[in-house]
């Protein structure tokens, strides 16, 4: 299920083949042009950040040089290597240490997408029906968790208590588990920040007699409406967002947050198409599911 892949000796005169586990490392081809231009304009962007853009999009975060010092190292014989041996023909080249990075590399994370697909399928999902969730928020609000981010965690918080609620007050059972596994994106389409939520949903809740309940298709008007009033009463409790602005956003017909979902998919089928949404890169929640439900 694509947690594997063929490597082949390199000497011409041999052609021995073996599967190695892990995912394909693709995506190498953007990854020299990136560098490149990194190269050449990086270290101006550092210079004029604080001039340029920190009024706009607050102060430079220590993660983002440090990713791209590792992204630049990637590959780079001079930050070590491995020496890879055919077992068939004792032919040797050597292999540069990756940077391992998610997102930025894009060599780096198409692997990882790879392995936490099959790590999703494998070990984490329960053999029930799942949907793909995403969770937005109005751009009204983006500044409020651009300039806080330790708030998008909370935000994350929110919206799988709403699923939570949401199942269980729609099929009648308070007592009932969900399987949820979240990420957070903090960019949208056009790489500005739009912090908004992925997750992967098994569609109904697990119980304690280990059966699974299996969502009825209602709308999902009562639970984007849910979302709305938790994330507006949270951001007024913090101190950030004035009452008079939270009275105008619950009263807004279409107030800008929204929550969508996909169709069922079928028990561990075709999860590896949501994996780029899912992948998780350090801000985001996953919960296993309970082992040996049935449907």
């Avoid at 052609?15 to 560098?35: L, N, P």
């Avoid at 999902?125 to 968790?145: C, D, E, G, N, S």
């Avoid at 997750?199 to 709305?228: C, I, Q, T, W």
Wanted: proline share 7%.
């Amino acid at each position: 299920m694509g947690s594997a892949f063929s490597c082949k000796c390199t000497n011409p005169d041999c052609g021995y083949e073996a599967t190695i586990s892990g995912g394909k490392d693709c995506g190498f081809c953007g990854v020299v042009e990136s560098m490149v231009c990194l190269d050449a304009h990086f270290d101006t962007f550092l210079d004029i950040y604080p001039e340029a853009y920190e009024h706009d999009y607050g102060f430079l975060r220590p993660i983002i040089p440090e990713v791209v010092g590792k992204f630049m190292g990637c590959g780079d014989f001079a930050n070590g290597f491995a020496r890879v041996r055919c077992d068939h023909c004792d032919h040797e080249y050597l292999l540069p240490f990756s940077c391992k990075g998610r997102w930025f590399c894009p060599s780096c994370h198409q692997k990882k997408v790879q392995l936490f697909g099959a790590l999703l399928a494998e070990t984490v999902l329960a053999p029930v029906p799942h949907r793909h969730f995403t969770f937005t928020i109005p751009k009204m609000l983006r500044p409020y968790f651009r300039f806080h981010r330790g708030l998008i965690k909370e935000l994350c918080r929110i919206a799988h208590r709403c699923l939570a609620e949401f199942q269980r007050t729609t099929l009648g059972l308070p007592e009932g588990t969900t399987g949820v596994v979240m990420a957070i994106h903090t960019f949208g389409e056009y790489l500005d920040f739009h912090p908004h939520l992925h997750a992967l949903v098994a569609d109904g809740l697990f119980v304690d007699s280990r059966l699974f309940h299996v969502m009825p298709d209602v709308s999902l008007a009562p639970l984007e409406e849910l979302f709305r009033a938790r994330v507006i009463t949270f951001l007024v409790k913090k101190g950030l967002l004035p009452p008079e602005r939270a009275r105008m956003l619950r009263g807004w017909t279409h107030s800008g947050f929204n929550v969508h979902r996909s169709q069922r998919v079928p028990p561990r089928n075709r999860v590896f198409r949501y994996a780029p949404y899912i992948e998780i890169f350090g801000d985001g929640e996953a919960k296993e599911e309970p082992k040996g439900a049935k449907a």
